[in-house]
């Protein structure tokens, strides 16, 4: 039963344009989303949250939207550039209790120079 | 450095060996997590360590793995008589005692059971 799913395992994108990374989960008690880069043989980096309060966030060229209605996020980087290129995993988790994430199972996104 | 740090960075061991992984957090996060990730798949989480309170082993996938955590620092993730479907990628994070803030991840222990 995978409670975060990233349905997409890679996308390709135009450096200079907007790449869209998407994940849905399934259980509403969810109250803490987190977007991770991880770059081969290196840890995830963290990127930018939210919290289910709000249904936006920003940080520079990244922008993570929430919809809890539909139980979706996604992330926005515009403009793309080729360091953007790794996989990237979306992860849940409660604000409550052992803080621990659930996680998607990753996108691969690959950024054309 | 003053990130996680995570040893030995790669382990090649034979099927039915006991090996230790080791994770130092960040200085002052006094929540530790252990998570895995096998090929192909998103991260696992393994066990959380908070402070003094008893740790949260809820995602040990078999009694054969085990962490300790000593001093409220330095962690060790114990799988005994490895088997093949324990070669993976451990990575340990870090964070403060609060849910608000982000964890924090070492680059991880590759471990390859032959």
């Known amino acids: 039963d995978q409670q975060v799913k990233q349905n997409s395992p890679s996308l390709s994108v135009q450096e200079g344009r907007i790449s869209i990374l998407n994940c849905d989960y399934t259980?509403?008690?969810?109250?803490?989303f987190l977007w991770y880069k991880k770059y081969p043989a290196e840890g995830p980096t963290f990127l930018i949250s939210?919290?289910?309060?709000?249904d936006k966030n920003e940080d520079g060229r990244f922008t993570v939207f929430l919809n809890k209605s539909a139980k979706h996020l996604s992330l926005h980087i515009v403009p793309s550039q080729p360091g953007d290129s790794a996989v990237y995993f979306c992860?849940?988790?409660?604000?409550?209790?052992?803080?621990?994430?659930?996680f998607g199972t990753g996108t691969r996104l690959k950024v054309l120079a | 450095g003053a990130g996680v740090s995570q040893s030995p960075s790669n382990k090649v061991t034979e099927k039915g060996k006991d090996v230790e992984l080791r994770c130092d957090p960040i200085s002052g996060h006094t929540a530790l997590y252990w998570y895995r990730q096998s090929l192909g798949q998103g991260l696992e989480f393994l066990i959380y360590?908070?402070?003094?309170?008893?740790?949260?082993k809820s995602g040990l996938p078999s009694d054969r793995f085990s962490a300790e955590r000593t001093g409220g620092s330095v962690s060790t993730l114990t799988i005994q008589r490895t088997q093949q479907e324990d070669s993976a990628v451990y990575l340990c994070?870090?964070?403060?005692?609060?849910?608000?803030?982000?964890?924090?991840f070492g680059d991880g222990t590759r471990l390859s059971i032959l």
């Open positions: 939210i919290s289910s309060i709000k």
């Open positions: 259980n509403s008690m969810f109250d803490y």
């Open positions: 994070a870090s964070s403060p005692w609060d849910g608000n803030q982000p964890q924090h």
């Open positions: 992860a849940a988790s409660l604000l409550s209790g052992t803080y621990k994430y659930i």
């Open positions: 360590f908070q402070g003094n309170s008893a740790p949260d």
